[in-house]
Structure formats: structure tokens, C-alpha cells
């Protein structure tokens, strides 16, 4: 690990070998920052396409070295050990929509898939370096589109399948998009919802568009435009089941995805062929241990991270994913113990949020389901609360499977801050930083902090392969976010500490932490408290400003159900809150709500609720998937 931290080059380097990552040409350096920390270069002069890595060589079984076709007019080949001809027979996706339906794809299905898709795609047009919108529902035909983008060598987009006309066009206009893949819907607690509609509004207000396809989930009628529109089958059919995949630089982005500000516009995070989807393999191999087999599911939607990186991390490893299609408890909260149980998961990742939600229903509903299959449980997006990582670690994982606590960020790739299954773990805690990152922390003035209770800015100190390769069109505000505080650090934007046994522990973004009377306080230590009475199912913690105190903490709650809203027990959680952290570190206010604020993937949203609470513009809130529950904050 010490090693991996304080050499990337020759870790990464290790990295490539370990995964089996094969090259059309040879890089000539492993790493060159000559141009700055900020906009390092990894793999020089390598010729590779991550579609090769993902879906090519697993499903032709091929022989270490053969033709890859012409760059230049000049020969290459691909180099690796191959894949054996039987993997191409193995499942590589499985698919359950909240209807009921399923369908499962080999290996040799998704490569023939994927090259129909790359025909259609070259027939319309799009060549290297073109930007393709994705935005779908967790159907098969997304792992498809995403795929198919990047063997013609383009840029895909994925976009929340949960978004408005308004921000979906903000993505495609700023990347330039020339197609977008979409469906006519998809399946929500029983409902349609509906996506060719809202798709229309956007491409309306994206000039750059000229094609939009779409798949048909629902079978709905929808608007069509005839001369723009065309159906998934008619694009794919007639189309030749191979396609010679178009050979990149392994600096060439491959995925251009927008995170949301509460200012400004979204930030279009670049990542390359070789940045995003090797990062993400390395974790889930060293961290999540997954190998050849096993069967991922990470409950996400592909406009978030974690969707392209089960896609790519499965792909890569020779795992199966499974891609589900509704929320974790419809029609009843069993939903996700019966798909682990149906389609033997032997990794599950859900967040925190979704965990607490799901306790609430009491533990029946995981007890009539056979979790056997389960080896690895995996949370991330939040911090967690004692009594839901027990609940997580006993009631679903039996006590036998651990949990990888990960925590890193868009920009990232994946994981700043692991855990790992052979070390030893301790609740809400990370065992420490993911091989390859060579992490700290900072109090104010730059100087390292470990040990007794200190918590401070978590920073990156060296590059990693991962890493961003700045934002779309705008490299000041790359540069400006994470890389201007201190030079050469790359700055992300959590509060952190490590205690004195060496577990660390997140505590919030550190633009949400408190500040009460000159003591930091993240929000998650509030809500962790309040979580801890037996009355509150989930809360939500921000900071307001106060005359005195420069700021005080207000703090939102959802109480489970048999507790009635009252002054009393409102006093009592108070209470509760002092003896638990301290009376000067109690909130200021606290309010009942039915619900908080929260993305689909089931990151809290504080800034959105403080905004809202103090009356102030939220800034972007179609991520929500409840953004009704402003409103009962605004009337606080």
C-alpha cells in the first residue's frame, strides 16, 4: 500500500498487468505530469479501446497476439492473454424490470449486440471524438448503448434517467451532442413514467442533435418525428453482428458525466479510456474482491457514477451485473432480498439512505429470503449510522459478509477510502485509502492531522489513473475546484479524520459542515444522533446562521411509524442530542417532516434543504426524487 501511495507509475503499471488490459500499440511512459500535477498524462502513445477490453475479448476467445487492423496505414495488434472460448456463453447482464420481466444476456449476446448498435451509430454518422446522450432506465439496452459509443470511439453522456427536459438539454447542448438513445419509459412504484416526452422537450432546446433512438420498454404511444426519430430494432436490424473497433488513444475520453452545483452550471467531468474504467475495475477487484463469476448488483441508475462503473468494473473483471429496474421495496419491501436471492448476487451495494428506509420495514422481510449467495455487501453516497450498518451486517449479510464502506466522488472514478474484507472493520468506519491513493489530512493552515478526534480537509497528494481529465470546456473551474487551495493537492471537499487506531471516518462535505461557536461539526454526527433514539427513522442536519454563534444547527426528522408528532418528544430528541455530543452542540430548531430531500441513488441533499429552508434559490433540483418535500421545508 505504501508503495502503491508514493509510486503511481509503477503501480498503475502493476494495475494493467493484473487486469489483463490489452493495447493495439504500446505506451511509451506510464505517467508524465510535465504539464502540470493537475493534467497528467498516463499511458503515452498506447493505443487501446476499452470496448476491446470489455466485451471483445471475452467473447471471440481470441489468441494472445493477432491483427487489430491499421492506425496511420501502419499495422497494430492487440496484446493480452485472451479470454477462453467458453466465456463467451457466460452470463454478463441480468436484467429485472419492477413488472417482473427478465432477461439475460451472455457474453457472446452483448458483443453482437453492441457491434449491431456500433454499425448503426457509424451509419448515422458518428465517428471519434462525437458526443452520444444516454438517457435510459436501467434496461439491457443501456449497458448496450454505452458500450456501442465507446467501440466507434465516441463520447457518451449518461444523463438520470429522473431529470426534466431543462436539464437534460443543459447536458447535451454544453457537450454538443449529435444522437441521443432514450425509451419511451420505464416502470416507478407501479407506475409509467414517461421519457420520449421529456426527451423531445430537450433535444428541442439542444440544436446539435440529429438523431434520437429509441427503445420501446413500455410499448406506449409516444410523439415521433419521422425524419429524426427511429425505433431501437429498425436502427439495428440488418445490421452485421461484428464491427472492427475503432482504435483510440488511451487518453481519449470515453465518458464525458455531469455532476450538479448549487451554483452555476453542471460540471462536465471528462474521463479517458484508460482513466475511469480500469479505476473502477481496481477497486472492485482489490477492495470488493470481485473475480470471474461473480454477480454484482449495485442498486444506481446509469446517470450516476456507479452505473458506468458496474458496467465497466463487471465487464472488465468477467462478472455478471445485474441491472434493476424500480425502487428496492415495490411492491413490498422484500423487492431487493428477493432479486439477491433469484439471481444468486454475490456483491450488493445500496446506500445507507436506502438501508434505513428498508429497516424501518423490520427485518421479516430479509428473513424469508435465502441470502446464501451474498459474499460482499457495499454502501456508498453517505455516511453511516451505527445502528443501520448492525442492521446491515447482521439482518442481511448474517454476520459473515463485510462491508465495504467506499467513498470517493464522480471526479474520481471511484474510491478515495475503502475497506477491504481481509482487514479488520469497525462500524461506520473506512479501513483506509484504496491502493493507489495517497491520501491525508489537512487542518486550515496545510499541515497533516491524525489521531485523537482531529478532522479536517481530506486531500489527495498524488495523481492516479482515475482522475478527471478537467472539466468540459472549461479548465479554469477544474482547476479552481480542486486544485487552487494548495498547490499541487487536489483538495475534494470532505471532512475526514483518523482516529487512533487508524480507522478513518467522512464526516460530510465540508462546505455542509458546521461551525458552532468555533466547534466543526459535521452533519452526519448530528443526524447519527438522532438516528440513535429509537423514535427517528432518518434526519437531516444544516447549518443556519445564527448572531451569536456565527451558526446553529437545524435539523429535520422522520419518525417511524407508532410515534406521534409532539412537543414532548421534539424536547426529548433534543435532549438526546445534548447527552449524546454536548449541550453547546445541540440544534437550534427541529422539525417533524414526512420526508428529506433526496437523489434516486440515495445521497442526502443538504445544501438543497438549506437553501430551501432560509428561503434562498436551490439551484438544479431535478436529481430529486422527491424535490415535493422542499416545499414542507420552505414552510418551517
Known amino acids: 500500500m505504501d508503495r502503491a501511495a508514493a509510486d503511481p507509475a509503477w503501480f498503475w503499471e502493476a494495475v494493467l ?27 503515452v502513445d498506447g493505443k487501446m479501446n476499452i470496448a476491446h477490453n470489455c466485451v471483445d475479448k471475452w467473447a471471440t476467445g481470441e489468441a494472445s497476439v493477432d491483427t487489430a487492423g491499421e492506425l496511420d496505414g501502419k499495422a497494430i495488434s492487440k496484446v493480452g492473454r485472451g479470454a477462453p472460448a467458453a466465456a463467451a456463453h457466460r452470463p454478463v447482464l441480468i436484467w429485472e424490470g419492477e413488472d417482473g420481466q427478465t432477461a439475460t444476456y451472455s457474453r457472446g449476446q452483448l458483443f453482437r449486440a453492441v457491434n449491431r448498435l456500433a454499425n448503426a451509430l457509424r451509419g448515422m454518422g458518428i465517428r471519434r471524438q462525437d458526443r452520444v446522450g444516454i438517457f435510459m432506465p436501467m434496461i439491457p439496452e443501456t449497458a448496450v448503448a454505452l458500450l456501442a459509443a465507446a467501440k466507434v470511439g465516441a463520447v457518451f453522456i449518461p444523463i438520470f434517467s429522473g431529470y426534466g427536459s431543462g436539464a437534460v ?18 416502470y416507478r412504484r407501479g407506475r409509467t413514467v414517461a421519457m420520449k416526452a421529456v426527451a423531445d422537450a430537450a433535444v428541442a432546446q439542444s440544436p446539435t442533435v440529429e438523431r434520437v433512438i429509441m427503445v420501446p420498454r413500455l410499448g406506449i404511444d409516444v410523439p415521433w418525428d419521422e425524419g429524426r426519430d427511429v425505433q431501437w430494432d429498425d436502427a439495428l436490424v440488418g445490421q452485421p453482428d461484428v464491427f472492427d473497433t475503432v482504435v483510440t488513444g488511451a487518453d481519449d475520453p470515453v465518458m464525458l458525466i455531469y455532476t450538479s452545483g448549487t451554483t452555476g452550471k453542471p460540471k462536465g467531468a471528462v474521463h479517458v479510456h484508460s482513466g475511469f ?8 477487484a482489490h477492495a470488493f474482491d470481485l473475480r470471474e463469476g461473480d454477480v454484482l448488483f449495485w442498486y444506481t441508475d446509469m446517470g450516476w457514477m456507479m452505473g458506468p462503473w458496474e458496467v465497466f468494473g463487471a465487464t472488465l473483471l468477467g462478472a455478471t451485473m445485474v441491472f434493476y429496474e424500480g425502487t428496492p421495496d415495490y411492491p413490498d419491501p422484500g423487492r431487493i432480498w428477493s432479486l439477491v436471492e433469484r439471481h444468486g448476487v454475490t456483491h450488493l451495494g445500496i446506500s445507507p439512505t436506502a438501508i434505513r428506509a428498508l429497516m424501518g420495514e423490520g427485518e421479516g422481510w430479509v428473513k424469508r429470503h435465502n441470502l446464501d449467495s451474498l459474499r460482499v455487501l457495499g454502501s456508498t453516497g453517505e455516511p453511516w449510522n451505527p445502528g443501520p450498518w448492525q442492521w446491515f451486517f447482521d439482518t442481511v449479510g448474517g454476520g459473515r459478509c463485510p462491508i465495504i464502506n467506499y467513498s470517493g466522488g464522480t471526479e474520481i472514478s471511484g474510491g478515495i477510502l475503502g475497506c477491504f474484507p481481509l482487514t479488520p472493520q469497525r462500524p ?19 499541515n497533516p492531522l491524525r489521531g485523537k478526534g482531529q478532522v479536517g480537509e481530506l486531500v489527495i497528494r498524488q495523481p492516479w489513473v482515475g482522475m478527471t481529465r478537467g472539466f468540459w470546456q472549461d479548465p479554469d473551474r477544474y ?3 480542486y486544485w487552487s487551495r494548495w498547490p499541487g ?15 478513518w471516518y467522512i464526516h460530510g462535505r465540508s462546505d455542509d459542515t458546521l461551525n458552532v461557536a468555533g466547534k466543526r461539526l459535521g452533519p452526519a454526527e448530528l443526524e447519527s444522533a438522532l438516528v440513535g433514539h429509537a423514535a427517528v427513522g432518518e434526519a437531516l442536519a444544516i447549518g443556519v446562521p445564527h448572531e451569536v ?23 426529548e430528541l433534543l435532549a438526546h442530542v445534548g447527552r449524546e455530543l454536548s449541550k453547546a452542540l445541540r440544534p437550534q430548531q427541529l422539525y417533524f417532516v414526512s420526508d428529506i430531500p433526496r437523489t434516486r441513488n440515495g445521497k442526502i441533499m443538504r445544501r438543497v434543504a438549506r437553501s430551501a429552508y432560509l428561503g434562498k434559490d436551490p439551484g438544479e433540483t431535478s436529481a430529486l ?9 420552505r414552510g418551517k
Open 169 to 186: 438539454a443543459a447536458r447535451l447542448a454544453d457537450a454538443g451532442a449529435r444522437v441521443l438513445i432514450t425509451a419511451d419509459g420505464f
Open 277 to 284: 474504467p480500469i479505476k473502477a475495475a481496481q477497486d472492485l
Open 17 to 43: 498487468a493484473d487486469l489483463d488490459i490489452q493495447w493495439y500499440a504500446p505506451f511509451t511512459q506510464v505517467k508524465d505530469d510535465s504539464g502540470g500535477v493537475e493534467w497528467t498524462r498516463w499511458f
Open 428 to 446: 461506520c468506519a473506512f479501513t483506509g485509502p484504496l491502493p493507489g491513493m495517497d491520501i491525508d489530512i489537512l487542518d486550515e493552515r496545510g
Open 479 to 481: 482547476v479552481d475546484t
Open 549 to 571: 454563534k456565527g451558526e446553529a444547527a437545524v435539523c429535520f426528522v422522520v419518525l417511524r411509524e407508532g410515534w406521534d408528532e409532539t412537543d414532548e418528544l421534539r424536547d
Open 625 to 633: 426524487a422527491n424535490p415535493h418535500c422542499l416545499d414542507e421545508i
Open 489 to 503: 493537492i487536489w483538495v475534494h471537499g470532505d471532512w475526514a479524520e483518523v482516529d487512533d487506531d487508524g480507522f
